[in-house]
């Protein structure tokens, strides 16, 4: 029987390709320095995307896997490692994102979830009548331009730039405009 030899703290088992800019996850130690370090972190932001622990944990085991794929494409002077990993984990939520959309009979545990917690499935007619209400009464208290900014950017859910150049202002006027408003409706009283 072939016995199999300890890996040494610089013993490479990723890929041939990973130079001495790479991430380090090709290596035990390096690997084992960002797990420590950033699995945490990386599971609890698939964690609050997804809401499913399992899948959860699915996500981050395909980030690690992707970046220890792409160790060598690692490049130190765009940013750190854990910069550069959650960027391949967005990546790898949106891909999860895209196939649970598109097989919307994967969900079934969210709806089976919502259902023993003892909330509503579905959303409450009444509660989005009120809600829309509440909205259009505190937006009456904003000035023109900044509730046009609001609706746009906030409630249309538009880019800041796309929103500009409707308007024709700049990209920092929009900005503002949100900013300002969204203080004051932070200082209104609820049932205003």
């Not at 984990?89 to 994102?97: K, P, S, Y």
Request: net charge neutral; with cysteine; glycine share 6%.
């Amino acid at each position: 029987m072939r016995r199999l030899r300890p890996l040494g703290a610089s013993t490479s088992t990723g890929p041939p390709t990973c130079t001495e800019r790479c991430a380090r996850l090709c290596t035990d130690t390096g690997l084992a320095d960002v797990l420590a370090a950033d699995k945490a972190l990386l599971h609890w932001r698939a964690m609050r995307r997804l809401g499913d622990a399992g899948i959860a944990e699915h996500a981050v085991q395909e980030t690690l896997l992707r970046a220890w794929r792409a160790c060598a494409t690692y490049n130190p002077d765009r940013g750190s490692v854990r910069t550069w990993l959650l960027t391949i984990e967005r990546n790898v939520l949106t891909d999860i994102a895209r196939v649970r959309a598109t097989r919307p009979g994967d969900t079934i545990w969210d709806e089976l979830t919502e259902l023993t917690e003892g909330r509503s499935a579905g959303p409450d007619f009444a509660e989005h009548v009120s809600d829309g209400l509440l909205v259009a009464e505190l937006l009456a208290h904003l000035p023109d331009p900044q509730r046009d900014a609001v609706v746009q950017v906030i409630l249309r859910d538009r880019a800041y730039q796309d929103v500009a150049q409707d308007l024709g202002i700049p990209v920092g006027t929009v900005k503002t405009r949100v900013h300002y408003a969204l203080r004051s409706l932070r200082q209104l009283p609820i049932s205003a």
